[in-house]
């Protein structure tokens, strides 16, 4: 199994552009989760999915957004890139249940200037 | 709502000491408590997790926990540090449903020879 992927690892974008991150896991996992990563801060939730077809918002969604229309699959999309995007960003994926693990993603690394 | 206090962003040990990174949390519920840690350049994996029963918890790598209600604490230790132990370190803290995590703003261990 290969767990959970992203791509791209590194990535600049402009102020203003869009880009999207793409994430997969072959785990099949109902749950995943989107979040950034910035220094001193922890990671923060962006968004997060129980299904496919079903998202909802986590602590700090402003700028993104996010579908799922499979169980592998749950992108997240930057319209209107801005500086404060800049972050690490992390997707995870938990199975069902009480208090499971959450396995995470090798990160991709956004700088928007 | 959920919240975690790591108190020290930094901790530094020589290679053979004891190992003692701290986590408060605020919980309006009876918690599920995680500490995860972060390698460089690489995602999140799980160390141990308390969920219910033996307050002392194990996890991997030589790492034990122990929830202590009346503290609000669930403090991370490790008797003798390894060079291989220098990463960061994050304690979370169960949100909700659907395995959703707030996790503290971590803390990085250095170890010295």
């Known amino acids: 199994n290969a767990g959970v992927t992203q791509t791209p690892k590194f990535r600049i974008l402009k102020i203003g552009q869009s880009m999207t991150l793409q994430c997969t896991q072959d785990?099949?996992?109902?749950?995943m989760y989107w979040y950034r990563q910035d220094p001193g801060m922890g990671l923060k939730l962006i968004y997060y999915?129980?299904?496919?077809?079903?998202?909802d918002k986590g602590e700090v969604p402003n700028g993104y957004n996010v579908s799922r229309s499979t169980t592998e699959d749950f992108p997240l999309r930057l319209e209107l890139a801005a500086p404060s995007q800049t972050s690490v960003y992390f997707c995870?994926?938990?199975?069902?249940?009480?208090?499971?693990?959450?396995?995470f993603g090798p990160g991709t690394r956004l700088t928007v200037l | 709502a959920q919240s975690v206090t790591q108190l020290g962003s930094h901790v530094s040990v020589s290679e053979g000491a004891l190992v003692l990174l701290r986590c408060n949390y605020s919980s309006s519920v009876p918690p599920y408590l995680f500490w995860y840690v972060q390698y460089p350049n690489q995602g999140l994996q799980l160390l141990l997790k308390y969920t219910t029963g033996a307050t002392l918890v194990k996890g991997i790598n030589g790492f034990e926990a122990e929830f202590k209600k009346s503290e609000t604490s669930f403090h991370l230790t490790k008797p003798s540090a390894h060079m291989s132990d220098a990463a960061e370190y994050f304690c979370a803290v169960s949100d909700g449903g659907f395995q959703k995590l707030v996790f503290g703003t971590g803390t990085r261990l250095l170890v010295s020879p």
């Open positions: 999915s129980v299904g496919a077809g079903i998202t």
């Open positions: 995870a994926s938990s199975p069902v249940g009480t208090a499971n693990e959450q396995f």
């Open positions: 785990m099949n996992h109902n749950y």
